[in-house]
């Protein structure tokens, strides 16, 4: 079982930085693949970004602008934010998934055996 919690949402102007952290309780957190999801309102759930074991897979959309990075000593993931503008604007949540992760289904959120409760990130313009 693991427990994920989100932290570093927030306001800020387009063009400005986040850093989102995602705190994993248990001792094998090195193990799942980590992802990070989005929704805005009335729309779907939207992959962010992934780290499996051979890879870190990005969103066309964020690619350039942000950096998933995870510590696997502190049992954490995060995803750096740069150059926000308001289409970024949703409830942003982590994930994680057995065996590392796959590198063939890691922007399917129902690939994700664990989810955080997420957190809350606005952009304005």
């Known amino acids: 079982q693991v427990q994920l919690v989100e932290s570093g949402g927030g306001l800020v102007h387009s063009g400005g930085s986040l850093r989102l952290s995602c705190a994993a309780s248990?001792?094998?957190?090195?193990?799942?693949?980590m992802g990070w999801f989005r929704q805005a309102p009335g729309k779907e759930r939207e992959f962010v970004a992934a780290?499996?074991?051979?890879?870190?897979y990005y969103l066309d959309s964020v690619k350039g602008r942000f950096t998933m990075s995870r510590d696997n000593a502190k049992n954490t993931a995060y995803l750096q934010m740069n150059s926000l503008n308001p289409e970024d604007t949703a409830v942003y949540y982590c994930a994680a998934s057995g065996n590392g992760g796959s590198d063939y289904y890691y922007k399917e959120p129902l690939k994700y055996d664990y989810w955080g409760q997420g957190t809350q990130v606005t952009v304005s313009s």
């Open positions: 248990g001792r094998t957190f090195s193990r799942y693949g």
């Open positions: 780290i499996t074991w051979r890879n870190t």
